[in-house]
Nanobody, 116 residues
Framework: QVQLVESGGGLVQPGGSLRLSCAASRSIFSVNAMGWYRRAPGKQRELVATITSGGTTTYIDSVKGRFTISRDNAKNTVYLQMNSLKPEDTAVYYC??????????WGQGTQVTVSS
């Protein structure tokens, strides 16, 4: 079992920035990769960004150049720096370890709302 606690969301104007954090109750070094997901209203949850234990990152096209995922293994924490935010980034954001048993467990997520 694992507990994931996301934080850092909020209301921001278009073009603004937010930094999300995700604290895990287990060692994130024990999984191959961590990722940030989001679920927009009326849509399915999608995997937005991943980072491997070696630091290799991937992003979906719509956030490339604007979002940066990072990790602090010592703190068992994953971050998502989001810049140049757009209204279409509005969603609840979650973190998890893709393709592992961790995905049986989900945190509450953190709401990001981009609106003027």
């Amino acid at each position: 079992q694992v507990q994931l606690v996301e934080s850092g969301g909020g209301l921001v104007q278009p073009g603004g920035s937010l930094r999300l954090s995700c604290a895990a109750s287990r060692s994130i070094f024990s999984v191959n990769a961590m990722g940030w997901y989001r679920r927009a209203p009326g849509k399915q949850r999608e995997l937005v960004a991943t980072i491997t234990s070696g630091g290799t990152t991937t992003y979906i096209d719509s956030v490339k150049g604007r979002f940066t995922i990072s990790r602090d293994n010592a703190k068992n924490t994953v971050y998502l720096q989001m810049n140049s935010l757009k209204p279409e980034d509005t969603a609840v954001y979650y973190c998890n370890a893709p393709a592992t048993s961790w995905t049986l467990y989900w945190g509450q997520g953190t709401q990001v709302t981009v609106s003027s």
